[in-house]
């Protein structure tokens, strides 16, 4: 027997409770891992308390990633004791997560966790670090050089651009950050290395077919009309490496970009990403941020404190990264 967080729905209300069950009630999978850390993030915040509709299927596990020790492998890939760490594919919302002290998952949902990294710093970084560290990529593969102009990244007081800030800081690129409240947000941002910050609301009006050349790369993790109008502003031969759908599905944009500027948009999808790309993601994530970003501020839990906390995070009063120990 082992704990579980499991969330079920009583009159369409979503129930948390911690639970004791046996391994036989995982789901299918070929690889059963002793789960050592999973984070809480936004995301979990909204499935845990109900708020958002990420839970379809009841009950469920929640927890959209985890680290831990393979216990039992049907995939000679993985041996038991190995250290593991799974992010996306579904888990905490179609597959039982990384909220349980024991997961069953497929094989191929999983990467060997660089020994660069511990359990708990790669539960800090998080489905959102790794998500950034694609993005950056996307632009280190474009060959834009730190010489080219300044990046642009959008949501960056967010999981994903706030660390993607701080890795294209690290490479030595001019960083434009931008965020919906640069006053509040500013400091923290300049902190992180962005060499300015500008409000989202000039982001947020609507964008003519081509606007002045402005950024040589970007990262946008909003969409909608703020990604029109970065897409209006790149450079010749850019790059824009895109993320995030919090701005809605809509790209009100024209072809004009792309043909008369020869603007590539490159979507980022942490989980369609092949294994061996996977792999050296979270090995050069590992080696690119520095000690200071383990050092923020960052709360360790218990099972029994998620309910709590993931209230606290839906109503924003929650700073740095959760991560809660198994």
């Not at 891992?33 to 909204?46: P, Q, T």
């Not at 593969?141 to 080219?148: R, W």
């Amino acid at each position: 027997m082992f704990n579980a967080l499991i969330l079920n729905q009583e009159d369409k209300r979503t129930i948390a409770n911690v639970e004791q069950i046996e391994t036989a009630q995982l789901p299918e999978g070929d690889v059963l891992v002793e789960v050592d850390y999973s984070s809480l993030n936004y995301k979990d915040g909204l499935a845990v308390t109900g708020k958002g509709k990420i839970i379809r299927q009841f009950p469920m596990v929640p927890g959209i990633d985890f680290t831990g020790t393979v216990v039992e492998s049907a995939n000679e890939r993985y041996q038991a004791g190995d250290q593991v760490v799974l992010t996306g594919w579904g888990v905490g919302e179609n597959h039982w997560g990384g909220m349980a002290q024991k997961a069953r998952v497929k094989s191929e949902w999983l990467v060997p966790l660089t020994e660069k990294l511990n359990g708990k710093q790669a539960m800090m970084v998080g489905t959102a670090g790794f998500t950034a560290m694609l993005c950056v990529q996307a632009i280190l593969d474009a060959g834009i050089t730190p010489d080219a102009g300044e990046i642009l990244v959008t949501g960056a007081s967010g999981g994903v651009g706030s660390v993607a800030v701080t890795l294209l800081n690290e490479l030595g690129y001019q960083v434009a950050a931008v965020t919906g409240r640069a006053a509040e947000n500013g400091p923290l941002l300049e902190q992180l290395g962005a060499k300015r910050v500008i409000e989202r609301s000039e982001f947020e009006e609507p964008a003519r077919p081509l606007e002045k050349q402005v950024w040589a790369g970007a990262i946008d993790t909003v969409g909608s009309k703020v990604l029109a109008k970065v897409l209006a502003q790149m450079d010749y031969n850019s790059t824009v490496a895109a993320c995030g759908l919090a701005g809605g599905f809509d790209l009100p944009t024209t072809v004009m970009p792309f043909i008369l500027r020869n603007v590539r948009l490159q979507g980022v999808d942490s989980v369609n990403c092949p294994y061996e790309k996977r792999v050296a993601a979270w090995d050069k994530l590992a080696s690119l941020l520095p000690a200071s970003y383990f050092q923020q501020a960052c709360s360790e839990i218990t099972l029994e404190q998620v309910p709590t906390f993931a209230e606290s995070i839906t109503q924003g009063q929650v700073t740095g990264r959760v991560v809660i120990k198994l």
